[in-house]
């Protein structure tokens, strides 16, 4: 038999209550539990049932004055509703009465304070940092406040001022960047597109600006010493124009790698539309418009991909066939889709496993019998040869950075779009681990200078 410990009513009553306390993250030893109620309280504009906790702040001893550090004598209390994070999925509000002394010197008067929140603040730190870990979550700030019980224009006060303690350092930059845009809003500063530059290498996002546009990058670029932009060896793109000339002026030393997708998507976008035009070319009744359209997945898979096993019905053709017979029958419809898509695909091929020779033996010849849009995109692919060598040469690609652009569509999805670019980038670094919460700062807008 198990024999319990010896215990006064007194002590198990304080055990309680320290219990309590402890339930609701409320540390502070001079903290005495009162009561605890379930009560109907107004809270942003309705009646909700609340868990009000009454409690007493009150020193073992009195303190002694701040200001001339004189003895002092217990001069009342004051109440204070401080909101806490809820317990038991109940908003919770503690009533804490703050003991007052008054000093029998100098006759100031003071307000115990406690470090369960901070003074002249009525939201606990608790309740902050809980805002905090939220935020790195990909939702909504208006939800984090409904789960928090406060407004989300203190979601605003607490999560903005974060953004000042990640300042873009001009005296590094990575060895190997990538860089890509994004649409954020409708109209950024006058530009349809916001730019976001990170390492190749660990990932970590560098910088996100409200412009691509080539003055504004090149201005930002400049404050970078030219030490600085010589030291970078490599950035990865897509092929945009203005992007090529901006590493032409601002690192002169650097390669430029082609992200190998949009090398890709170029070609079978090619095949696409040529696709589409061969099309057109046949009445939309007829058996080669339905085929065509409806199998044209089968068109934009590598050759080598095709199923020659599994086989499905087609209607058009009251017949079973595989995706590889499929592929056979959609070409005999046309001979310019029959060369073009073997031209897409061979180059795609020679391009995905580096085999130099092949690519460019196949990008410099003739292009008769093939569409006008692969024509066109052999074209642009020939004036980029030297940046298909580094793709080809170089590991690098854009990959990680579309993941990073697509966490940040949808956060603006979900938050039904953003306003303030700032409060923006802000909450996207904090979701992306960019910027560390600090809780032990007290949190304000710093204003720019004028």
Not at 173 to 179: E, R, S
Not at 269 to 294: H, N, V
Not at 296 to 309: A, G, N, R
Not at 401 to 424: C, D, P
Request: contains cysteine.
């Amino acid at each position: 038999m198990i024999k319990l410990p010896n215990t006064t009513k007194k002590e198990s009553n304080m055990s309680q209550q320290q219990s309590i306390l402890n339930l609701i993250g409320i540390k502070d030893k001079n903290i005495s539990f009162i009561s605890c109620e379930l009560e109907k309280l107004p809270h942003r504009g309705k009646l909700i049932e609340q868990k009000v906790i009454y409690a007493a702040l009150q020193a073992p001893r009195n303190p002694k004055c701040p200001r001339c550090e004189g003895i002092t004598i217990s001069w009342g209390s004051t109440p204070s509703k401080i909101r806490v994070p809820q317990a038991f999925d109940h908003p919770t509000l503690l009533h804490l009465k703050k003991a007052r002394y008054r000093c029998k010197s100098c006759g100031y008067t003071h307000t115990l304070e406690t470090s369960l929140v901070a003074k002249n603040c009525f939201i606990s730190r608790a309740t902050r940092e809980s805002i905090m870990i939220r935020s790195l979550e990909t939702i909504p700030e208006k939800i984090i406040a409904k789960l928090t019980n406060v407004s989300p224009s203190t979601v605003s006060r607490v999560l903005n001022p974060l953004l000042y303690e990640r300042k873009t350092n001009i005296k590094t930059l990575p060895k190997n960047i990538m860089i890509d845009e994004l649409k954020l809003m409708k109209d950024t500063e006058g530009a349809a597109m916001s730019f976001i530059f990170a390492d190749a290498k660990t990932h970590e996002i560098q910088d996100i600006l409200p412009d691509r546009r080539l003055h504004h990058l090149e201005t930002y670029f400049r404050q970078f010493p030219r030490e600085v932009r010589y030291h970078v060896e490599t950035v990865t793109m897509d092929m945009y124009a203005p992007y090529i000339q901006l590493v032409k002026e601002v690192f002169p030393k650097a390669k430029i790698i082609l992200d190998r997708f949009h090398v890709v998507q170029l070609l079978l976008r090619a095949l696409l539309q040529t696709r589409i035009q061969t099309m057109k070319k046949f009445p939309k009744d007829s058996k080669e418009y339905k085929l065509l359209k409806k199998y044209w997945k089968h068109l934009q898979k590598k050759h080598k991909d095709l199923d020659s096993v599994y086989r499905f019905y087609c209607y058009h053709t009251r017949s079973y066939s595989t995706s590889f017979e499929k592929v056979e029958e959609l070409l005999e419809i046309d001979e310019e889709l029959t060369k073009t898509y073997w031209r897409v695909h061979s180059l795609i091929q020679g391009f995905m496993e580096g085999d130099q020779k092949r690519f460019f033996d196949l990008l410099h010849q003739e292009t008769t019998g093939v569409s006008s849009y692969l024509v066109t995109a052999i074209q642009t692919l020939r004036k980029m040869e030297d940046y298909l060598i580094n793709s080809m040469e170089y590991g690098y690609s854009n990959g990680p950075l579309e993941g990073l652009i697509r966490k940040a569509k949808t956060l603006s999805r979900v938050a039904y779009g953003y306003r303030s670019f700032e409060r923006f980038k802000n909450r996207f670094l904090l979701i992306c681990h960019q910027v560390m919460p600090v809780t032990g700062r007290p949190l304000y807008y710093k204003k720019k200078a004028s």
